[in-house]
């Protein structure tokens, strides 16, 4: 699975951004996915991720009523809606899917099997 994530920019505190994450190769509706973000000089850390049938998510406590992962297998897209910025969400964001055969979300980054080169959200206060 070769994974693309774009929809990044610079936005100032309060905005918001929509993230896509979009498959190529195959679909990977049979796959976990996730969002990660890794801010300089910090370790890469999960930021939201949806089942393989899209009816369930989890975030981290960090963007927990501001961002929103969805996934549309009509198009092979997994998106990051993320609204009420703020600077600490500055970040390259990564998508990322689990291998077909789990089904849990995990929100390690070693349990994540194919990964997307990232988009740069850079959030100006």
């Known amino acids: 699975v070769q994974l693309q994530a774009s929809g990044g920019g610079l936005v100032q505190a309060g905005d918001s951004l929509r993230l896509s994450c979009a498959a190529s190769g195959r679909t990977f509706s049979n796959n976990v996915m996730g969002w990660f973000r890794q801010a300089p000089g910090k370790e890469r850390e999960f930021v939201a991720g949806i089942s393989k049938d899209g009816a369930s998510a989890s975030y981290a406590d960090s963007v927990k009523g501001r961002f929103t992962i969805a996934r549309d297998s009509a198009t092979n897209t997994v998106s990051l809606q993320m609204n009420s910025l703020k600077p600490e969400d500055t970040a390259v964001y990564y998508c990322?899917?689990?291998?077909?055969?789990?089904?849990?979300?995990?929100?390690?980054?070693?349990?994540?099997?194919?990964w997307g080169q990232g988009t740069q959200v850079t959030v100006s206060s």
């Open positions: 990322a899917a689990r291998s077909p055969s789990i089904t849990v979300i995990a929100r390690s980054r070693f349990q994540y099997a194919h």
